[in-house]
Structures are given as structure tokens and as C-alpha cells.
Nanobody, 124 residues
Framework: QVQLVESGGGLVQAGGSLRLSCAAS????????MGWFRQVPGKEREFAAA????????YYADSVKGRFTISRDNAKNTVYLQMNSLKPDDTAVYYC?????????????????WGQGTQVTVSS
């Protein structure tokens, strides 16, 4: 089992930045791909970014490409999402997830473990 805890969410003005962290406990996430998803009440969960174990392959939704950067520190069992140039429509609960074996890394059903989420609110 892997337990994931997100942190770093908050309120920021449009154009500002936030850095989200996802810390794993219970066991290491050695070999796991990691992803960030976001969800607005009443809407489907949306892929934001993902990263392979090696860190050499990253993936981004078109809506965040060029503004968000995903990274990981495997020694710390932590994955990050640096969010720059935030927009009001980035407002959502952001969830960290871990996938043991993900081919369609952008699909939420590929992931085995999920955090509880952290709220990001971007004011206009």
C-alpha cells in the first residue's frame, strides 16, 4: 500500500504561482508513475500532468502545458507540481495519484493510489 498526502494548495491571484507537493508513506513508490489530476464540483476528473519513475518522461494536458511543471524526488518519495501563470479556470481540487503500471498515463483509471486532494483557488 502507498499513502499519498498533498499539500501546498491555497488562494492565489491570477498570474500567480503555487507549488504542490505529494508525499508518499507506507511504502516507497519505487517504479511508480505519478500523476496530478484536478476536479471541479460537478465535472469529471481531469488529467493535468504525469511523470514516469525515471523522471525522464513527462506529460501535460494541453490546458496546462507551458505553465505547469511536474517533477519528482525519489529519494524523498515526493512529487511536485509547480504551477505558474495561474488562471481562474485552474481552480479545482488537485489530486496526486500513483500508478504501478500505466500505459495510458493520462487516464485516471490507470492509477492505483490516490491522495485526499488539496484545494487550489485562483481569483480573477
Amino acid at each position: 500500500q502507498v499513502q499519498l498526502v498533498e499539500s501546498g494548495g491555497g488562494l492565489v491571484q491570477a498570474g500567480g504561482s503555487l507549488r504542490l507537493s505529494c508525499a508518499a508513506s507506507g511504502s516507497t513508490f519505487s517504479g511508480y508513475a505519478m500523476g496530478w489530476f484536478r476536479q471541479v464540483p460537478g465535472k469529471e476528473r481531469e488529467f493535468a500532468a504525469a511523470i514516469r519513475w525515471s523522471g525522464g518522461s513527462t506529460y501535460y494536458a494541453d490546458s496546462v502545458k507551458g505553465r505547469f511543471t511536474i517533477s519528482r524526488d525519489n529519494a524523498k518519495n515526493t512529487v511536485y507540481l509547480q504551477m505558474n501563470s495561474l488562471k481562474p479556470d485552474d481552480t479545482a481540487v488537485y489530486y496526486c495519484a500513483a500508478a504501478r503500471s500505466a500505459w495510458a498515463i493520462y487516464r485516471w483509471s490507470e492509477y492505483d493510489y490516490w491522495g485526499q486532494g488539496t484545494q487550489v483557488t485562483v481569483s480573477s
